[in-house]
């Protein structure tokens, strides 16, 4: 029951811990110290150092780490066409803890062009050897929850079915352009049907004019639009993320108010899935994955601290999860990056790659 193909058994979210070289040249560019030229070089070797970690711990995939971008989300909206960042006047709110106030715009129509990913995406993939090179970019709805109307020009987009028309078809040219560039392994990163599972969440959304319900229905839409006549051997999967920031959280809640639509109706190959604690809920929303071939990568490692996971557990977890999803279609990672923003989780290094090491062991050992 081991796979050849993405998702692999024991897969990996994206984002590691940046390390002190990293800092320190983004500090000095930042201060003028060093130019754009030579922080990349920089970055290329971490990035080469991150891949061979990722290959010792066992795994089949690997990623850049991120180690190009301050944000998981806000560096690839960046490169959008019709999109702009601004200073807002306050960050985003997590448990007890707020990120640095940047904030996105839609200011003309959206569109996707020479996107500079592209390019970190084809050095990924230079020096991945025999892995797998994994692109993660942040999902369609998260451009449009965070700020929602009021975050997009209303003369460029005055009526909203015409911006989502906009935003599919971003993102169908993004998905061909990677795949272009070489890509067979894409990676959607997903806050938003999490938020749609938080009774305060929703509420939030209700006090600005939303209606969630309607709101999950149009992300499936587009979502499904964005995806639809992908290449058969490009695999798409969905994180979906509680909120990952210096180790703390934004929203709690089960899967179940969102499961029948998510799960049942958006056509990616795999869900990768929080499930490290109780704010995740039980597993009973897997019953409405399709199935067949679509994959559910449970998230049952914590990225949120160091202490080692007992794999008698995670194992016993995986054999609960197999009450409603065939075994076959069952993965498991870590539950989400290690550091969604520059700033990281709170654990060492080490600690993270024993984490992946755990990881691929169960995996083995399962499957």
């Not at 002190?20 to 070797?45: M, P, V």
């Not at 061909?176 to 070489?182: L, T």
């Not at 029948?260 to 056509?267: D, M």
């Amino acid at each position: 029951m081991q796979r050849s193909t993405a998702p692999f058994r024991a897969d990996t979210v994206g984002s590691f811990l940046r390390p002190l070289a990293i800092k320190q040249a983004r500090e000095q560019f930042a201060a003028g110290e060093i130019d754009a030229t030579a922080l990349r070089r920089i970055e290329d070797e971490a990035i080469r150092d991150v891949v061979t970690h990722q290959r010792a711990c066992g795994l089949q995939v690997v990623t850049d780490g991120e180690f190009r971008r301050a944000w998981w989300h806000f560096d690839f909206f960046d490169g959008l066409q019709g999109v702009e960042r601004y200073e807002s006047e306050q960050g985003i709110q997590f448990n007890g803890v707020q990120t640095k106030a940047h904030s996105i715009r839609v200011v003309s129509k959206l569109g996707f062009g020479d996107h500079p990913m592209l390019a970190d995406f084809r050095y990924l993939q230079g020096v991945s050897g025999d892995a797998v090179a994994k692109m993660t970019i942040p999902s369609p709805s998260v451009l449009h929850f965070r700020g929602g109307r009021k975050a997009i020009d209303a003369t460029v987009y005055p009526e909203l079915d015409a911006y989502f028309d906009d935003l599919a078809q971003t993102y169908r040219d993004a998905i061909k352009a990677f795949y272009d560039a070489g890509c067979r392994y894409l990676q959607l990163d997903d806050t938003v049907w999490a938020y749609l599972c938080s009774d305060d969440q929703k509420r939030q959304i209700r006090e600005r004019g939303e209606d969630p319900e309607q709101l999950a229905r149009t992300y499936a839409r587009v979502l499904n639009q964005a995806i639809e006549g992908k290449p058969d051997d490009l695999t798409i999967g969905l994180h979906v993320c509680r909120g990952n920031f210096r180790s703390t959280w934004i929203s709690e809640g089960g899967y179940e108010p969102v499961a029948e639509i998510l799960f049942g109706s958006v056509n990616v190959d795999a869900f990768f899935l929080e499930y490290d604690n109780e704010r995740s809920g039980g597993f009973e929303p897997l019953r409405f994955i399709k199935p067949g071939n679509q994959q559910v990568v449970l998230g049952l490692i914590t990225t949120k601290n160091g202490e080692l996971e007992n794999p008698e557990t995670v194992k016993l977890r995986i054999a609960e999860a197999a009450k409603f999803v065939d075994r076959s279609q069952i993965c498991l990672s870590p539950q989400c990056g290690f550091a969604s923003t520059e700033e990281g989780n709170s654990l060492t290094e080490e600690q993270q790659w024993a984490k992946l090491r755990l990881v691929v062991d169960i995996a083995k050992n399962v499957w």
